[in-house]
T-cell receptor, first 112, second 114 residues
Framework: DGGITQSPKYLFRKEGQNVTLSCEQN?????MYWYRQDPGQGLRLIYY???????QKGDIAEGYSVSREKKESFPLTVTSAQKNPTAFYLC???????????FGQGTRLTVV | GENVEQHPSTLSVQEGDSAVIKCTYS??????FPWYKQELGKRPQLIID?????GEKKDQRIAVTLNKTAKHFSLHITETQPEDSAVYFC?????????????FGAGTRLAVHP
């Protein structure tokens, strides 16, 4: 079954803890993206990557970090520096520039 | 920085009416404009897209228009049906330094009433 998979679906974090969200794709896509979705604010770009071992900050990168050690994997770490981490996080991948972006099913992170 | 603005934030129509959602973008280098539909509890999915060398594109009941001079693009849904109810996002894409950046608008919640 091909596609892009995010895990876990729901995640709870205590204040002050780092947490890592997984994103894996078997579509052989080069580009991968992380977005944060809050009510009324659409999808805001956190980080994006075009190739292995390289990535760029998006519009709201503060308090987040990523890695791209493998083409198929683009994990996102929400650090304790992120002051308001409770949100819905979406990962996406794209085969070539200016083509359809495929989204994972999302991870809902809640700080408790 | 780059920005995509989307209006309205909510839209309510009667079944069979048309719905129009408008977006503007800030970066003139933007060259690809997709529209995504997100149903409740589901992931966004592409419904139509348009490239900068095209002014209009239609796919059955949905159409998209692009005005590059004004940096405007719009989604038009005709003969709306209850299953069209969802959140719609516009987006703009451009290339910089070998990277492909994709920015979304804030979304429009469309409600189609029977």
């Amino acid at each position: 079954d091909g596609g892009i998979t995010q895990s876990p679906k729901y995640l709870f974090r205590k204040e002050g803890q780092n947490v890592t969200l997984s994103c894996e794709q078997n579509l052989n896509h080069d580009a991968m993206y992380w977005y944060r979705q809050d009510p009324g604010q659409g999808l805001r770009l956190i980080y994006y990557s075009q190739i292995v071992n390289d990535f760029q900050k998006g519009d709201i990168a503060e308090g987040y970090s990523v890695s791209r050690e493998k083409k198929e994997s683009f994990p996102l770490t929400v650090t304790s520096a992120q002051k308001n981490p409770t949100a819905f996080y979406l990962c996406a991948s794209m085969e070539q520039r200016n083509t359809e972006a495929f989204f994972g099913q999302g991870t809902r992170l809640t700080v408790v | 920085g780059e920005n995509v603005e989307q209006h309205p934030s909510t839209l309510s129509v009667q079944e069979g009416d048309s719905a129009v959602i408008k977006c503007t973008y800030s970066d003139s280098a933007s060259n690809y404009f997709p529209w995504y539909k997100q149903e409740l509890g589901k992931r966004p999915q592409l419904i139509i897209d348009i490239r900068s060398n095209v002014g209009e594109k239609k796919d059955q009941r949905i159409a998209v228009t692009l005005n590059k001079t004004a940096k405007h693009f719009s989604l038009h849904i005709t003969e709306t049906q209850p299953e069209d109810s969802a959140v719609y996002f516009c987006a703009a894409s451009w290339q910089s330094g070998g990277y492909n950046k994709l920015i979304f608008g804030a979304g429009t919640r469309l409600a189609v009433h029977p």
